[in-house]
């Protein structure tokens, strides 16, 4: 089964920009039929989707979030990378990578404050 392993930094100050990385395992990020995405869980709120790339590299964001978010990937290292620029305590979450067949990371804790 193929394994998702998310890290970041934890807290970020406001205005300044997250930058997540998803670590996956036991299957190569391009092959065929996968999409690999970025969902976040704000406190008391649900899963809020934030984007996807393509096991062709083609992304998607969500429309609200297209302005401060990026998704890429290092093919070299099997890794997927989010980035949200000027972050605010909104931003406050679990961020987690997922695949489009039904694979979870664990979940990182990203909390923005001063």
């Known amino acids: 089964q193929v394994q998702l392993q998310e890290s970041g930094p934890g807290l970020v100050k406001p205005s300044q920009t997250l930058s997540l990385t998803c670590a996956v395992s036991r299957t190569s990020i391009t092959t065929n039929g996968y999409y690999w995405n970025w969902v976040r869980q704000a406190p008391g709120k649900g899963l809020e989707w934030i984007g996807y790339i393509v096991y062709n590299g083609v992304t998607l964001v969500r429309p609200s979030l297209s302005s401060r978010a990026s998704i890429s990937r290092d093919t070299s290292k099997n890794q997927l990378t989010l980035q949200l620029s000027s972050v605010t305590p909104e931003d406050t979450a679990v961020y987690y990578c997922?695949?489009?067949?039904?694979?979870w990371g664990q979940g990182t804790q990203v909390t923005v404050s001063s």
């Open positions: 997922h695949s489009n067949l039904g694979s």
